[in-house]
């Protein structure tokens, strides 16, 4: 006689467990970060910069604030995002054109062993920071590098630009958003 077989065998019971235990612990995860507040909220234009621990190159904290009241412009860089590297030469030249502007570049989350570097192969000379808790990345909700965000001398952010900037012009356009004049 011909046996029916049951469309849900030994297998198809363990994936259909294995897969409930997957969303139940995602599930569980996303409640426990939302009920204890966990999660940064992100900034945007016109919201106050955010006062985020960082560290300079000699190891001591600092949190990054405008100096007697300068616009900032602010890069999020990694040595390992090939456009951050070709930025970084474009916006270390740019400062000249803008010395109303504090250029600062802030590394994500890596060790002096490849910041040094790139600092000598492209002469930095701009401000240069790390962040090891990522914490700019999450305040700004970004995905991916290169960022940069420009801040005027009362510490509000005025503009946000995600990816790499591909010229001095485009660089100087933007300073002037938090410095009229600057570049001209």
């Not at 900034?43 to 985020?52: N, T």
Request: one cysteine or more; aromatic letters at 8%.
């Amino acid at each position: 006689m011909y046996e029916r077989k049951s469309f849900f065998n030994r297998r198809h019971w363990t994936q259909l467990l294995f897969a409930a235990a997957i969303i139940l612990a995602a599930t569980f995860i996303y409640v426990e970060n939302a009920s204890t507040g966990k999660q940064l909220d992100i900034v945007r234009a016109g919201d106050a910069m955010p006062a985020i621990e960082l560290l300079e190159l000699t190891g001591e904290s600092t949190v990054l604030q405008p100096a007697d009241g300068s616009p900032m412009l602010i890069n999020l860089w990694a040595s390992w995002c090939k456009p951050c590297i070709n930025e970084l030469p474009l916006l270390n030249e740019a400062q000249a054109f803008a010395p109303d502007v504090d250029f600062v570049a802030i590394n994500m989350k890596e060790g002096l062993e490849r910041i040094e570097p790139m600092i000598e192969r492209y002469d930095l000379t701009m401000h240069i920071l790390r962040d090891e808790q990522l914490a700019w990345k999450q305040a700004l909700g970004i995905k991916g590098y290169p960022a940069t965000v420009l801040v005027d001398g009362e510490g509000t952010i005025q503009h946000i630009h995600y990816g790499a900037y591909t010229s001095i012009e485009e660089i100087l356009q933007h300073t002037a958003i938090v410095a009229p004049g600057a570049g001209n």
